[in-house]
């Protein structure tokens, strides 16, 4: 291995490690990490900027996060998530399949983590009001969320990722290839929820009329915004649908979406949106884009793709099976987005080198990143968030009680997405 590559696989191995240890902020890391392999001549500044950032996903994440960010001040996902609580008749394993349930649709047009912080906060209050322990209603909604954000193009990061990649992928593409299994395994994990909590969810029917007389009317706080809101977002969904008829890259319809909101918001609302969108996420990604990119420029993602090929001999059947649990395993314990970063350019090498049909190997990788961080509390974002909002609440969620739970229901999803790959793409 040359020198130079030798140097860019130690800075990427650092790098993923200091992300992996949360000693440091893990966007300081990746974007320290790109500056280093700037400095050493691995990436130029040009390269970085034309061939490896991609900006169709940095694009999309912004736009929707000034969507959502506009969208939530109108008190909008607090109403919804209060409704759902009185559709329950304020009965607690009911309320936790509600939320559950709103927690999943969201993330799937929505990001995961914009999800929980605007669903969690609910939660507590209504666990309160119930006098019940909240991990039941938090931990099926850190699994909701990252159930439902797989099912659509925009609803997880990685997503993002490959759809950005991959052009072929479009909206709808996603829609009709994912929605499907997601739904599957949605309706096989909310009885298992109900078996794991039930006993847990004992409350009175003096607590259970405190929800059912809940005032919900003073909720939505500005109702001219959200008639705006929702038309933007109607329309902007409307766009992911058709982006590819209309020769657009969705991040061209989610700042579309974005700019017009604002405009119809007024002046007074852009600062604060702007303050919404997660700029230390999307720094993140900035550094990981340029950090993958070193290891595509020296070489050692197509060595990867080779060593890859000689374990399945090129056999597609073995690399989507392959690809779909090593990202599944792998998403449970790492990052699931600096993880997807490094796959995608793999397996467009595995397509260069002779591999045909590269879609089954494209969606296991969904499935398996998407899932996977199920697995973890340190698997995907949104679990994170969750428990430290669950920790300032003086109810923190530890490693191996999240584990005890969880990691069981994620490897049930992948033997359920493994079979659907199986019977829709190889057989």
Known sequence: ?????????????????????????????????AIAVVVFGIVSVDSAIMHHIDFNTLGLLIGMMIIVGVTAKTGLFSYVAMVAAKKAKGEPVKIMIALAVVTAIASAFLDNVTTVLLIVPVSFSIARQLKVHPFPF???????SNIG??????????????????KELTFMAFISNLTPIIIIIMLVHIPIFII????????????????????ISGL???RPLLNRSLIVLGLTIV?????????????????????????????HAMEDALTKVEWTTIFFFVGLFTLVGALVDTGIVSD??????????????????????????????????????????????MGNMGVSNLEPLWWSLALGAC??????????????????LSAKEGYPITFLKFLKYAFPLMLLSIVISSIYVYLRYLL
């Open 1 to 33: 291995m040359e020198q130079q590559a030798i140097i860019a696989l130690a800075i990427f191995l650092i790098t993923y490690g200091l992300i992996i240890a949360e000693k440091i902020h893990r966007t300081i890391v990746a974007m320290l990490g």
């Open 138 to 144: 938090l931990f099926t909604q850190i699994l909701a």
């Open 149 to 166: 954000g797989t099912a659509t193009l925009i609803g997880d990061p990685p997503n993002i990722m490959i759809g950005s990649a991959v």
């Open 196 to 215: 794991m909590f039930r006993k847990k969810l004992q409350t009175t029917e003096e607590y259970t009329r405190n929800i059912m007389n809940t005032d």
């Open 220 to 222: 939505i706080t500005d």
């Open 239 to 267: 766009g992911f649908f058709l982006h590819q008829t209309l020769h657009l890259e969705s991040s061209v319809v989610a700042l579309a979406g974005a700019f017009v909101l604002l405009l119809l918001a007024g002046e």
């Open 304 to 349: 990867l793709a080779v060593k890859a090929m000689d374990l399945t001999g090129g056999n597609v059947a073995a690399s989507a099976m392959l690809i779909l649990w090593m990202s599944a395993i792998a998403s449970a314990f790492l990052d699931n987005i600096p993880f997807v970063a490094t796959m995608i350019p793999l397996i467009q090498e």
């Open 371 to 388: 899932l996977g961080g199920n697995g973890t509390l340190i698997g995907a974002s949104a679990n994170l968030i969750t428990a430290g």
